[in-house]
């Protein structure tokens, strides 16, 4: 199960359920591109509530549509993970070290109003 909504200009709020097979992972790759049209400097938050690792079919069709998700990706800054596993948390980090100016932090779900601040939170300009 998903959802993608788009809660503001700038942002997504993306709840991922349960193991996605080929459908559901075309499905849900399709709303995010059209969701996210027109954002610059996004963030999205994602809720991953009992995430299982999708089918091998799923993540062919996420590798062969990558060329077509990565000028999607960086129409964000910033991504907040929330999610009860952790190798869910670590998988997102990962990702945010691999691909540039993208930032991601995952977090538990005790740490559900931390997310939202490090999303919302604005970078101050240098002092002059």
């Known amino acids: ?21 080929a ?7 399709s709303v995010f591109v059209t969701k996210s049209v027109g954002m610059q400097d996004g963030k999205l938050l994602i809720h991953a509530n009992d995430y299982q690792m999708p089918t091998f ?8 549509r990558l060329s077509e998700l990565m000028p ?5 800054s910033r991504v907040a993970v929330i999610a ?3 190798w869910v948390r ?13 930032e991601i932090k ?11 601040n490090w999303l919302g939170a604005r970078e101050s300009s240098p002092s002059q």
Not at 90 to 102: C, N, Q, T
């Open 72 to 76: 999607v990706i960086h129409r964000f």
């Open 84 to 86: 009860e596993k952790a």
């Open 57 to 64: 079919e799923a993540m062919r069709l996420e590798l062969s």
């Open 90 to 102: 670590k998988m997102s980090e990962w990702e945010g070290a691999v691909i540039p100016d993208l």
């Open 23 to 29: 459908d559901e992972m075309d499905d849900v790759l």
């Open 1 to 21: 199960m998903h959802s993608i909504t788009r809660t503001d200009s700038d942002r997504l709020a993306i709840l991922l359920q349960g193991k996605f097979d």
């Open 106 to 116: 995952a977090f538990e779900p005790t740490a559900t109003v931390d997310a939202e």
